[in-house]
């Protein structure tokens, strides 16, 4: 259907729009107005966060543990992608000339920590070595490398063979051969991609610690369970101020990395940055007991009798089908609310709220939103999307807004001369040259929304997020092992259909003669 659509329209952004419908008229049933006054006091204690010096000091402490768990897992997660990647890519076995096989089996096994989302390895791992901040530093890691050697496999495989062919032929090592070609390309990936990777970290991290892992993500926990709403915004407050000037950081290094030539500069600008968070990272490792003796917790495998009575008693069909809807619904709500708002308040001013609307809305863990939501909203599947939509949709606003203020307006200024309003300008002089980008990216999304099911689904007792954490609650080990395998079906299934997708688009694309970023 979606190669039916006409990608040089704008308007195939708003296509995901249809699946607003559902969800408000869910939502609207099974809402009760019991909670909306809790809701306005949470939103209106925004004005007034605690100043209070225990609590001050909590967070700060807080955002030091979570700081720390996120860079030490982005540096394991960026050395191992990076040695991962490259090892996978058809360029590496080619140029090497090594057995073919090898890279089918290492992408193959690849896939299995890319499809289970960060807080399922975090509580998998807490049951073999306890509460410890290495939990969730490897549960950060453990995916984010599979992601990053994705990545990096990727843009590998688009390097010019023919160019490693021919130096090859007048007698260069292979070795040096690969270093020559490849060492340009990916350092400028690795600063762009792996900047991204940071922010989602740190996002990462203090979602681990609202279940329990630590950071600021248990205090924001603890305090809206005794619903002191004035210091759950004093921790969404100094996340956002981290996460603002995170962002702000990376793309002023971004920016001068790029107006560099030399491959000379590229080095010493990277080698810059990763000694700089090795730096921040050993620093805050300091300040938390981190080297505390870790206890190993052995685990045996179940028997088969086991896991055939567990594939027998779950709702599998059930628990898969509230999973896939909730993963269309919240992708439905995160791709097409960004380019809408956009377009109702095309003004400098209203550009810059909706910025600050999507900072709240990235800060905020899915799961508290959640809970917010259910304080006013019986659980359904409606519910879990739209507190997993609104989260997401803070992201694609982002990355909407950052790839139309980097492009060029002169399409924009030209439609605007010619009597146009400001809509209709931002739609077609502005929005057009990103639509083939922005879906492009919107699979790739939906594939993280697929996994971040599993965080909802947990809060909402819905699909099979709450199954799995029913089961890890019982130690019914085989069920968590049915459910994980089902996640990982799905996830690397949601994949191959989205490659598919963006492959199509990307032919459209080029046929159409679009040009995008």
Known sequence: MLSKLNLNSPIACFVPLVAVVPIIKNVSTDLHPGGLSTLYNFFSAALFPSLNEVVLKNAISGMQTTICIAFVGWIISIINGLFLGIICSNTFIKTFENPKIIQKILKGLLAIPRGI????????????????????????????????????????DSLNLKAIHAMKISGIDSLKVFITVLYPKLIPIIITFGGYRLECALRGATLLGVFGLGGIGTELLLSIQSLQFREVWTSLWILGIVVFSLEKLINQFQKRVAQVRSSRSYSISFIFAITLSSIISISCLNSIDIYSSIK?????????????????????????????????????????????????????????????IWLILRIIPAPLIALLLLLSINPSVSVAALALGLNNMGVMGKILKENIERADHSTYAAIKKIGCNESIAW?????????????????????????????????????????????????????????????????????????????NLIKHSLSANISYQ
């Open 117 to 156: 989302h960060e807080l399922i390895w975090g509580f998998f791992l807490l049951q073999i070595y306890g509460l410890t901040p290495w939990v969730a530093v490897l549960a950060i890691s453990i995916p984010y490398s599979s992601l990053m050697a994705r990545v990096i496999s990727d843009q590998v």
């Open 296 to 356: 190993t917790i052995p685990l045996i495998l179940p028997p088969i009798t086991e896991f055939i009575a567990a594939i027998t008693s779950l709702s599998l069909i059930k628990l898969i089908y509230e999973t896939i809807v909730m993963t269309i619904l919240a992708a439905g709500l995160a791709i097409g609310v960004p380019p809408l708002m956009a377009i109702l308040f095309p003004s400098k001013m209203g550009s810059n709220v909706i910025s600050i």
């Open 427 to 503: 739609l077609y002089g502005k929005l057009s040259f990103q639509t083939a980008s922005y879906l492009a990216y919107s699979f790739y999304r939906v594939d993280v929304i697929l996994r971040e099911t599993a965080v909802i689904g947990i809060v909402g007792g819905i699909g099979l997020g709450w199954q799995l954490q029913e089961s890890l609650s019982s130690f019914a080990w085989a069920e968590v092992l049915v459910v994980v395998t089902s996640f990982v079906l799905l996830t690397v299934i949601g994949e191959l259909i989205s490659e598919k997708l963006k492959s």
